[in-house]
């Protein structure tokens, strides 16, 4: 088995990966790819529950999506997990997709049936199941600062909603996506709880000035934007923001610490980076293939050798 596939490679899979052992029937379909740990985690998993199947990574360009998933659909696979670029604009492409991806408007795992693709959302299931086990706290009971309008930030700003939050800020560069964003969410604000002078939910943008005055009011902030996934990479906030009261979840992950978890951490913050949300998700992604209960610890012990 390869470490990476390609589309062309796709193309003519009975040459490139359909004599692979165990057969490849899982995937992660990306771009960039070769950074995921996804592969570590459900391996682990498939070999702990006795299933003789692999699981690889796909490097797919956004121009190849579709060409990708129509292969893939008609292949003997069972499911491929998406992620950047392409949770988005996979929608267009989908048979079936559950009220939760709908929702969000962004997917992330796809069962196959029947050469059909059925859609799924475990963003923010995820999220909720990583800030229990790093921070021992739920969402209901926090102020949350999200950043980043697009597909992980819906789905994490929803289960915020859903587990009905004290507060909940949506910051992004651009304010009409994170206004829009939370004009979809305010049903779940309606009722009666009153925080004094700042709003339940509020969108915001980027700068300084803004920043600081919510960084004040809140006591989680989730960097849900791609930010970090390169080294070259811009902090999503700027570091002198960052103070010892926070909680600080950074979706991007590492085998180190993230640039945002460092600063966090120097700053006296309390930081974690994405690597438990991935372990949840993939538990989720499992569940959703085979119907049964994932090996949850074969896959931390995966993760963390």
Known sequence: MKEIYTFADL?????????????????????????SLSPQIQNAALKEAGIAMGYTRFEIAPEELQGALEILSALDFVGVNLTVPHK??????????????RKIGAINTLKIEGGKLRAFNTDGRGFARAIREEFSVDLRDLRI?????????RA??????????????????????????????R?????????????????????????????????LLVNATPLGLRRRDALPITARLLAPHLMVYDTVYA???????????????????????????????????????????????????
């Open 145 to 153: 600062l999200v950043l980043g309008a697009g597909g992980a930030a």
């Open 88 to 101: 988005i604009p996979a929608l267009a492409f989908v048979d079936e997709m559950d009220e939760t991806a």
């Open 11 to 35: 193309q003519d899979w009975r040459k490139a990966g359909g004599r692979a052992k165990p057969p490849i029937r899982l995937g992660l379909v990306g771009s960039p790819v070769a950074h």
């Open 255 to 305: 085998r180190g610490e993230t640039a945002l978890v460092s600063e966090a951490r120097a700053a006296g913050a309390r930081a974690a980076n994405g690597l438990s949300m991935l372990l949840h998700q993939g538990a989720l992604a499992y569940e959703i293939w085979f119907e049964r209960s994932a090996p949850l610890d074969a896959m931390r012990n995966a993760l963390r050798s």
């Open 187 to 219: 049903e779940f604000f309606a009722g009666p709880r009153v925080l004094g002078p700042v709003s339940r939910l509020q969108a915001t943008g980027l700068d300084e000035a803004a920043s600081r005055f919510q960084i004040a009011n809140v006591d």
């Open 156 to 185: 994490i700003a929803l289960q915020c909603a859903k587990e009905n939050c004290e507060r909940l800020v949506i910051a992004n560069r651009d304010v009409v996506k994170a206004n829009a964003l939370c004009e979809q969410l």
